[in-house]
């Protein structure tokens, strides 16, 4: 069975920086792309970046651009990770991790990933 875990999450004040992980299991091989959502209350899932492992290629929201770093674990290449930097109130949400059995045209839309995790908090105060 697959499992995704994400961690680090947190409140922090706006210009505070968090850093999420996510370690995936249970698939036996590499996922091609892994990425990272968030939702708010009364708000649609949205992409926030994603990571095509095997050429290490990263999309991002022109919302984060800037701010968020997707990068992975090159020893564990089920392992990626969201540093979160320049934080704005209008950033808190649920962060999810997600993963695809295959390759995706468009590695931010949501319904194009297989696997997803539970979800992390990440709160942002002015």
């Known amino acids: 069975q697959v499992q995704l875990v994400e961690s680090g999450g947190g409140s922090v004040q706006a210009g505070g920086s968090l850093r999420l992980s996510c370690a995936a299991s249970?698939?036996?091989?590499?996922?091609?792309?892994m990425g990272w959502f968030r939702q708010a209350p009364g708000k649609e899932r949205e992409g926030v970046a994603a990571?095509?492992?095997?050429?290490?290629?990263?999309?991002y929201a022109d919302s984060v651009k800037g701010r968020f770093t997707i990068s992975r674990d090159n020893a564990k290449t089920t392992t990626v990770y969201l540093q979160l930097n320049s934080l704005k109130p209008e950033d808190s949400a649920m962060y999810y991790c997600?993963?695809?059995?295959?390759?995706?045209?468009?590695?931010?839309?949501?319904?194009?990933?297989?696997?997803w995790g539970q979800g992390t908090q990440v709160t942002v105060s002015s």
């Open positions: 249970g698939y036996g091989h590499n996922y091609p792309f």
């Open positions: 997600a993963a695809t059995k295959g390759w995706v045209r468009v590695p931010l839309l949501a319904d194009k990933y297989d696997y």
């Open positions: 990571i095509y492992f095997t050429g290490g290629v990263s999309y």
